[in-house]
């Protein structure tokens, strides 16, 4: 199993390890959302045929009645959209939160679902995948399309799209205690993190157990490297946890100078106290990197909620993430 999928989607690699190994799940899917829900579309479950669940599609609102029918689609083989409203129905179950949820029901296996696999390699590859599902009342016949935009979503003439995106990118510069939490966190949070440092002794997988890749090197040279060879996207993180001059400065400069991007990454953070951080800020300038360019740095990285110590202050960093997305998005 890739282990960037076993940590940024679970679920998916879950249902795809039962697939391999010719068994059986019942695989649920949030694919409509409306009003205030506590995941989005895209959220799935998995019942296994022993009853055991991994996932969540709600925050426990309608579990046990989705639960249900994953055991009774598990069964007959029958797929089936189910859709739980605001609460207020004494029986039927329903979101406390006021909004609604569209879920799509189906057995995974490898004559039912055979294009599981393909959704696996490509994401696998570092390749996005969107998958168009048939209304379930057709016997929901999958098939992976391509030149299809738009998040994943229900139609109006009852298919479904599911759009599958690699892990994002998250690279943390320099082998610490720093690092080593940050690196939790952002495979927690679904990134595909490689910690980069140039010193041997430091730059082990041992340190940093929860990397996906640890690279021994220049990051400055790796930036370009990975950069060069269309690694990156819009969603990339860059996290610069050295505070060492001589590192930070050509690596920042690199992740900074818009003219060397294709497509601008999304976040760039360095460590380091106010003082420090003024002083790395006139280097940049020096270096030719434009006040505009500038702007975008996240320095003293993360937000200020009194962090101390590397677990709060990887707390604080994912917090910055959590809330700049937020803003994107408005």
């Known amino acids: 199993m890739d282990p960037v999928l076993a940590t940024s989607q679970p679920v998916l690699a879950e249902a795809y390890r039962v697939w391999q190994e010719n068994r059986s799940c019942a695989l649920a899917t949030v694919v409509a959302a409306h009003g205030s829900t506590p995941r989005d579309p895209g959220a799935m479950l998995v019942v296994h045929e022993d009853g055991s669940v991994v996932g969540s599609i709600s925050g426990g609102c309608v579990e046990s009645a989705l ?7 598990l069964t007959t083989g029958v797929p089936r959209l189910e859709s739980y409203g ?5 029986v039927a179950p329903g979101l406390t939160c006021g909004g609604s949820l569209s879920v799509l029901v189906e057995r995974v296996d490898r004559r039912q679902f055979p294009e599981l696999s393909v959704v696996v390699d490509r ?10 599902t048939t209304a379930p009342e057709s016997g929901a016949v999958h098939t992976v399309v391509d030149g299809v935009s738009g998040a994943t979503r229900l139609e109006t003439d009852g298919s479904i799209i599911r759009r599958f995106l690699p892990a994002p990118r998250m690279v943390i510069v320099g082998s610490t205690d720093f690092a080593a939490e940050m690196s939790v966190l952002g495979a927690r949070m679904g990134y595909r993190v490689t910690v980069c440092d140039a010193r041997p002794v430091f730059a082990t997988p041992s340190r940093l157990p929860h990397a996906h890749d640890v690279v021994c090197g220049w990051p400055s040279d790796h930036v370009v490297r990975e950069r060069d060879s269309g690694a990156f996207d819009e969603r990339s993180v860059f996290v610069v946890l050295t505070h060492d001059p001589k590192i930070d400065i050509p690596v920042l400069v690199e992740c900074l100078d818009d003219s060397r991007w294709p497509v601008l990454p999304f976040y760039v953070g360095a460590m380091g106290s106010r003082t420090a951080d003024a002083r790395r800020r006139r280097e940049l300038l020096d270096m030719g990197v434009t006040p505009d360019q500038l702007d975008r740095l996240h320095s003293p990285i993360g937000l200020a909620i009194g962090n101390r110590g590397p677990a709060e202050t990887a707390i604080a960093i994912a917090a910055e993430l959590i809330h700049a997305r937020s803003v994107s998005a408005v």
């Open 123 to 132: 994401l696998t590859a570092g390749m996005p995948c969107v998958l168009h």
């Open 67 to 73: 639960y249900e029918s994953a055991l009774e689609t």
């Open 86 to 90: 605001p609460d207020g129905d004494l």
